[in-house]
């Protein structure tokens, strides 16, 4: 049973059908067959990361990074996703907020192929089928986004493991968006950078072409999946932004404003057609509720 969504969550006009469905101009799909494959070699990287996962917990912090870096790339490549990184460098050890864009559930393993660390999602997501037993084994912090009184204790969890050395990975816009339009970032998570005292690391994720890797609306997991699997030369970019201090912005609402400044600093000069201008103007419906927060 579907119910309204809270008046408080961010939401987005991307729909399935306005966004993910459009693949915009050279893009063409590989054949079904190929499609199969990918998504069998796919799953069987993700079970491998789901058995592999405890014996990796004893492992060094830094053996431990590679080991994730590296199964994140194989799995981002087994669905034939290519992928540029330009900016840098990271520091390897540290504490770190890291902010980014969000336009798919493709975003997790992209942004942790290069700055791998504990992710905030949505505690639906705990709940998908496989993905969501390993995102709970890699120390995903859950948030119920439908209940505001947690928000307080999420974000003083997030400053622990900020104050502890450690690094936490944001989707601050909420919800996700098809890459053409873009959300506000949301402040509170901002707060616990400020804190712990640890500096904020912008990252600006797209994909060429944009259809394909959109997950919006009502998107069925299982249909983006295929979407993904099917696309020919989805090629995924990562800019890493330099850092942003709490020093500069000790206000939260002005830190949130400067981390989405740094990551759509490099849009200004792409072309900006209408994000549904190719079916019309009628106003969509809210965004995805099945993405992470």
Known sequence: MNTAPSPWLPSAPCTPGRC???RGPGCVTVGAVRAVLRLVSALAVVLAGILLAPLAGPLPPGVRRRFTRGWCRTVVRAFGVRVRVTGGPVPATGP???VANHISWLDIPLV????PGRMLAKREVRAWPVLGRLAARGGTLFIDRDRLRALPGTVREMAGILAGGGRVVVFPEGSTWCGLA???FRPAA?????DAGAPVRPVRLDYRPA???AFVGEDPLTASLWRIATARGLTAEIRISDPISDVQYPNRRDLARAAQRAVASDSANRPSPSVHQWVGSRPAAVSSSRTPV
């Open 20 to 22: 993910a469905a459009h």
């Open 96 to 98: 770190m907020l890291v």
């Open 112 to 115: 942790a192929t290069v700055l």
């Open 182 to 184: 873009e959300g506000a």
């Open 190 to 194: 901002f707060q616990a950078a400020l």
């Open 211 to 213: 259809g394909p890797a």
